[in-house]
C-alpha cells in the first residue's frame, strides 16, 4: 500500500478525566503537549495530498480542542472522513448539531463501563457516568452515529450482562466493542486495583459468549476476553483435532496495523500506533509521512514481525498451540518484556491455562 | 477522490457518501481520462493510444464502467450543448 488508507490522531495531549486503566497518560516516553491549530492544518494538506481515507480522532479527550471545529473543517477540506473517541462527557448540541452537520463522521465513540454510576465512576471518576450518558443521548439526538467502547477491568466485570442491557435495550445503542484494560500507562501504578484477575476473565469469557448469542452482532472485540474466548475455542479445537497450523499461526502476525494506518502523538511524532508510543518514526510538517510509510526501517522492521516464528522463543517451548498462536499485540508484549518482537505473555493460552483458566 | 493502493490499483472514494469502489488499472486510465469535456468516445479514443490490442468490445467496457461509477455517485453526465 503507497500510503496509509487511516491515521490515527492524538489532537489533545489534556484530558478532563484521568481514568485508573488509561493507557494513554504516564508514559515516560511521551512529552504531553498540544499542537497549534496551523500544525494540524498543514499536516491535513499532507494527508489529502496522500489520498487518506479517514482519520479518528483521540488523545486524551478531543473534545477539550477548542479549535475542533477549525480541525474538522480542515479534515472535510482534504477530502477526509472522521470519527472520534470521546469520553463523551464534554458532549453539548452546539458541538454534536456542527458534526451531524459535516455528514462526514463515521461515529463518535464514547466509553462506557457500566450500567450505573457505581460501577462507571469507579475507575472513570465521579459524575463521569451522567455526563456520558448525556453525551450519548445529545448525540443520538442528533443522528450523529454513536458506537461505544465497554473497556472490562477488575471493578465492572460482574456488570457486563447489566452493561449490555443497559446500552442495547435501553440506549438503543446499535452494537458496542469491548476489550480489557491493558498493562499500560496509568494502569501499571493501579495495576492491582484494575487488572482482570484470570476469575474475571473467566467471568467475561462467560457472560460475553451469552451475551453474544442473546444479542447477535451486537458485540463486537478484536482483543480482550471476547476474542479470546472465540479464538482460544477455535485453537483448542484446532489442537484437538491435529488440524495444520492456521494461516496466520506460528509467527508473530496479530499487529496488522503497519500495513494500513499510522499514528500520530499529540505533540506531533508518527509512531505506528499509541500502544507503541515510543517508537517514533517521525515528526509531521518536518518529515514526509510518505516517506516515512514507505521507507521508515523501524515501521518496516514492526512490518517484517510477521516472518519472526514462535518456535524461536524460549517462552513459547513446546507449547501445543503454537500453530494456531499468532502472538498478539506488540505493544502488550513491549510493556511486559521489553521487546516489541516476543509474544504477548498477557494472551497467552498456555499460561492461561496453566494458571487455572478454563476455555468456555 | 482516487487512492491508488499499489500496483495502478486503486479505490475510488466518495468522502461525503462514503462509499468505495475499487478500480483495475484500465479503470484508473478511464478515471484520469474524466475531465469534464471529454464524451465516452474522447475517453476510448485516449485508452487505445494508451493501451495495444484494445478489445473491440472496450466501447463498452468503459461505458459500463462510467454508468457504473455514476450510479454510486462519482461521475455526473452533462448535456452537449450543441444538442
Not at chain 1, 31 to 60: C, H, I, K, R
Request: with cysteine; aromatic share 8%; glycine share 8%.
Amino acid at each position: 500500500m503507497r500510503s496509509p488508507r487511516a491515521v490515527h490522531l492524538e489532537i489533545s495531549s489534556k484530558c478532563n478525566l484521568r481514568c485508573h486503566y488509561c493507557y494513554y497518560f504516564d508514559n515516560p516516553a511521551v512529552e504531553y503537549m498540544n499542537l497549534p491549530t496551523d500544525q494540524w492544518l498543514q499536516f491535513f494538506a499532507e494527508l489529502g495530498s496522500m489520498a487518506v481515507m479517514n482519520v479518528s480522532l483521540a488523545g486524551g479527550e478531543p473534545f477539550l480542542r477548542p479549535d475542533l471545529k477549525d480541525l474538522i473543517e480542515g479534515i472535510i477540506q482534504n477530502k477526509m472522513r472522521f470519527c472520534i473517541l470521546s469520553n463523551g462527557t464534554l458532549i453539548d448540541d452546539h458541538i454534536a448539531e456542527y458534526i451531524a452537520r459535516t455528514h462526514r463522521c463515521d461515529y463518535v465513540q464514547v466509553s462506557i463501563d457500566g450500567a450505573s454510576p457505581d460501577v462507571h465512576d469507579s475507575c472513570r471518576g465521579k459524575g463521569s457516568f451522567v455526563k456520558a450518558v448525556r453525551g450519548i443521548k445529545t448525540l443520538q439526538r442528533h443522528d450523529v452515529p454513536v458506537a461505544v467502547r465497554v473497556t472490562l477491568h477488575h471493578n465492572n466485570v460482574r456488570d457486563i450482562v447489566n452493561v449490555a442491557s443497559f446500552l442495547l435495550d435501553e440506549l438503543g445503542i446499535s452494537s458496542f466493542g469491548t476489550n480489557s484494560a491493558g498493562y499500560l500507562g496509568a494502569c501499571r501504578k493501579n495495576a492491582g486495583e484494575v487488572l482482570l484477575t484470570n476469575e474475571d476473565r473467566q467471568i467475561a469469557m462467560h457472560d460475553l459468549l451469552n451475551l453474544s448469542q442473546k444479542y447477535p452482532g451486537r458485540i463486537t472485540a478484536s482483543a480482550g476476553p471476547l476474542y479470546e474466548a472465540k479464538y482460544w475455542r477455535e485453537m483448542e479445537a484446532a489442537r484437538l483435532n491435529h488440524d495444520p497450523a492456521f494461516s496466520k499461526g506460528g509467527h508473530l502476525t496479530a499487529c496488522g496495523c503497519p500495513f494500513n494506518e499510522i499514528s500520530v502523538r499529540a505533540d506531533g511524532m508518527i509512531i505506528p500506533c499509541s500502544m507503541l508510543a515510543h517508537v517514533v518514526l517521525g515528526r509531521i510538517n518536518r518529515d514526509s509521512l510518505q516517506e516515512v510509510w514507505l521507507n521508515n526501517p523501524e515501521l518496516n522492521r514492526l512490518r517484517m514481525r510477521r516472518s519472526i516464528p514462535l518456535n524461536e522463543f524460549e517462552f513459547c517451548r513446546g507449547c501445543d498451540y503454537i500453530p494456531y498462536c499468532t502472538g498478539n499485540c506488540p505493544g502488550i508484549a513491549f510493556t511486559l518484556t521489553d521487546d516489541i518482537n516476543h509474544p504477548s505473555p498477557d494472551a497467552c493460552l498456555r499460561k492461561f491455562l496453566a494458571e487455572g483458566g478454563n476455555i468456555p | 477522490m482516487l487512492r491508488v493502493e499499489f500496483d495502478d490499483w486503486a479505490i475510488l472514494f466518495d468522502p461525503d457518501s462514503a462509499k468505495a469502489i475499487g478500480i483495475n488499472p484500465t479503470g484508473v486510465a478511464v478515471w484520469k481520462l474524466i475531465d469534464g469535456r471529454r464524451g465516452i468516445e474522447d475517453i476510448v479514443s485516449g485508452i487505445k493510444e494508451m493501451f495495444s490490442d484494445v478489445s473491440i468490445s472496450a466501447e463498452k467496457e468503459i461505458s459500463d464502467f462510467i454508468e457504473e461509477a455514476h450510479k454510486n455517485g462519482f461521475v455526473g453526465y452533462s448535456l452537449d450543448s450543441e444538442t
